[in-house]
């Protein structure tokens, strides 16, 4: 979901500016409002991930009943809800059905974003290579260009290589 590599993930990473953009005016609201902003970002979709694995990989959103919620405050994003994926090796039609239910809190600041990764859900790792379906916790650090800096699981056996479960 980090990697900005071809023009099907810009307009993917596009959309969630925007989304993000809408979630900042929404977090304005309820701020003055003194409660939490509930925003769905869910439904059926596609996330091309061309560059992790050897082959390319699509990850179908089956079920995907997600909100982010913004506190007001100095408090991170929390993303939540159910959501549930078919990971595909778009070669050779092999695939995978996950739920990737989280939850995940992101921490923005002035040049890095923290996503913290708890539950189940898939890491994409092009620019460091790989993609994983984790059992939390992960924290990830992106920069501005939504291009991973680091990233540390605690329990990197409980981490599950979807490539090669998918070669």
């Keep these: ?15 969630v500016a925007l989304t993000l953009a809408l ?19 869910g439904g059926e ?17 089956n079920t995907n009943n997600e909100y982010i ?5 100095d408090h991170p994003l929390i ?15 092999k695939s995978l059905d996950l739920n990737i239910s989280g939850p995940a809190l992101i921490t923005p600041s002035s040049t890095t974003t923290t996503v913290t990764l708890l539950g189940r859900s898939t890491l994409f790792v092009g620019n460091h290579g790989g993609m994983w379906l984790t059992s939390g916790p992960v924290v990830v650090l992106v920069d501005a260009n ?20 998918l070669a």
Excluded: W
């Design 45 to 61: 979709f596609d996330v091309p991930v061309p560059d992790s694995c050897a082959f390319p990989i699509n990850q179908h959103f």
């Design 79 to 93: 993303v939540t809800g159910q959501a549930k994926a078919t990971i595909s090796n778009e070669i050779t039609g």
């Design 23 to 41: 979630m900042v005016v929404s977090s304005i609201t309820a701020s003055a409002q003194g409660k939490p902003a509930r925003i769905y970002i």
């Design 69 to 73: 919620l913004i506190f007001p405050g």
């Design 146 to 165: 939504n291009q991973i800096i680091s990233y540390s699981m605690a329990a990197p056996d409980a981490a599950l290589d979807l490539c090669q479960a």
């Design 1 to 15: 979901m980090f990697n900005t590599g071809s023009s099907k993930t810009r307009t993917f990473m596009f959309t």
